[in-house]
Structures are given as C-alpha cells and as structure tokens.
C-alpha cells in the first residue's frame, strides 16, 4: 500500500529530504506522495522514513493504493533499473 500524506501536513520539508525514491513532491498547500514511486522504503529501511521524521504524523496508508509486500519490492527493483539506465 502506498502512503499519502494529509490535510494535518505543514510543509516541513523534513519527509521530502529523506524520500529515497523521490516520490514525495511540494504540492499546494500540502506536500504530495506520488503512488508509482512510493514503495514504503521496501527494499531500502525497515520502515518508511518519511513517517519516522514527520514531526505532525500526518503520512499514512493510502487505502486507494493497496500493495502487498512482493509488489512493493518489485516496484523498488524497477525505479532502481530505471535509475541505472538514465
């Protein structure tokens, strides 16, 4: 399942910096998590990092975008050979 980030966001900044996949982006008025990005830091940590160092906890699961573990890691295998081949 991916992560979505709430109405309760302050624009910190702090869950943007350590996105290892780069899926979170600066929206209007919140920040934003792209879904065919995220893939909860399966494959990279044993959480996901944006939840650990947002200081309003307002990053939670996307019930829109449902994965299981297997499909999270493939999701990080391809955004890596993606990033390998440009």
Do not use: W
Request: glycine content about 2%; proline content about 6%; aromatic content about 4%.
């Amino acid at each position: 399942m991916s992560l979505m980030i709430n109405d309760e966001c302050i624009a910190c900044d702090a869950c943007r910096e350590e996105c290892p996949t780069d899926a979170i982006e600066e929206g209007d008025p919140i920040y934003i998590i792209d879904p065919d990005r995220c893939t909860e830091c399966v494959g990279i940590y044993d959480e996901p990092s944006c939840i650990a160092v947002c200081p309003v906890d307002c990053i939670v699961l996307d019930s829109d975008n449902v994965e299981s573990i297997a499909e999270l890691k493939f999701k990080h295998e391809q955004l890596m050979l993606s990033e390998e081949q440009e």
